[in-house]
């Protein structure tokens, strides 16, 4: 059997907390124990927030946990194309469209659909589905993706893509989801709605440029939070219509604040780089995050 291969893929938009210390040191302890490889991957593709400096220090900050990987680090804003072929073949497939509605619009039509008391349904993490209607309208003649590619948000059809891949969507979890979900799990995509794939301002989306690369990467075991547990679904229908392998899921338990709360980026008492002017040592940090 081929080697596994692990990846940690932070994005440079805030610093980088204990979580994150985490999320790389499993990582790297769980590739060195199957004599795997690991790999780094930098997902900046949000121009407005990863910033050069952000990198440098979480790179800093990587270096100083001891996290160390064993390939040249990808960077997603410099394989752009990459995504834009992956949007070509789901628009050859049919499963893709512009959405037309702005924020606002949005925001509008939900309110409406709201005002006589239905409830309109929320993603895992929190927001309204997409309420547009926009494929079903859609003109047979393509390509569309060329017109509208910088102009829209472009959005993947769920529904479609569900029913070429039937209903037996699952994935293999060796860790846990939130409600302890293992083992084999099945991946619900409709609870996302039509989720984007391409943005106005950003050619690609989290949600593709993740499961992209991480075939062009090679990754077999994908070690991350749970707070991308139910991001999964969408990754599992995209690895399906878009013919990619199928990787193994691990997600682990998220490191809280001593008040039990999640940590974030907007937070510096608990991001590695103040603990490290801190004074704090490593073993220390370690000992914090207790690592399995
Ligand atoms: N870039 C994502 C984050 O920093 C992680 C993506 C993933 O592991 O799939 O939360």
Redesign the pocket.
């Known amino acids: 059997m081929a080697a596994p291969v692990f ?5 440079p938009n805030g610093e980088l907390h204990l979580g ?1 210390a985490y ?1 790389a040191l499993l990582n790297l302890k769980m590739a060195r124990e199957t004599d795997g490889k690991i790999l780094l ?1 930098i ?1 900046d593709i949000d121009i407005t927030r990863c910033t050069q400096e952000l990198e440098k220090q979480m790179l800093e900050d990587l270096e100083w946990i001891g996290f160390e990987w064993d390939e040249p680090p990808r960077r997603q804003s410099e394989n752009l194309s990459d995504y834009r072929d992956a949007l070509l073949e789901l628009e050859r497939n049919g499963l893709i469209y512009p959405s037309l509605m702005s924020r606002a619009e949005i925001r509008a039509q939900i309110a409406e659909l709201e005002s006589n008391q239905t409830v309109w349904p929320r993603d895992p993490d929190g927001s309204p589905i997409y309420p547009g209607n926009e494929r079903e309208k859609l003109p047979i003649d393509r390509p569309l993706l060329e017109s509208t590619l910088g102009k829209f948000n472009i959005r993947l059809d769920v529904e479609t893509a569900m029913l070429l891949s039937g209903t037996e969507l699952n994935w293999q979890e060796s860790g846990a989801g939130p409600r302890g979900e293992t083992g084999e799990t099945p991946a619900d995509p409709k609870q996302w709605g039509d989720v984007i794939l391409a943005r106005k301002d950003t050619p690609t989306s ?1 949600h593709l440029a ?1 499961v992209v690369d ?1 075939e062009l990467q090679g990754i077999t075991h ?1 070690v ?2 749970q ?2 547990f139910y ?1 999964t679904a969408i ?1 599992r229908l995209l690895q399906y219509v878009l013919d990619l392998p199928e990787p193994i899921y691990h997600h682990h338990a998220l490191v809280l604040d001593t008040g039990g709360q999640k940590l974030s980026k907007s937070r510096h008492d608990t991001s590695l780089r103040q603990l490290r002017e801190s004074g704090i040592s490593v073993k220390e940090l370690k000992d914090l995050i207790k690592l399995p």
């Open positions: 990846r940690f893929a932070p994005s994150h999320s991957r997902e989290y993740c991480d994908i991350r939070g707070d991308l991001a990754h």
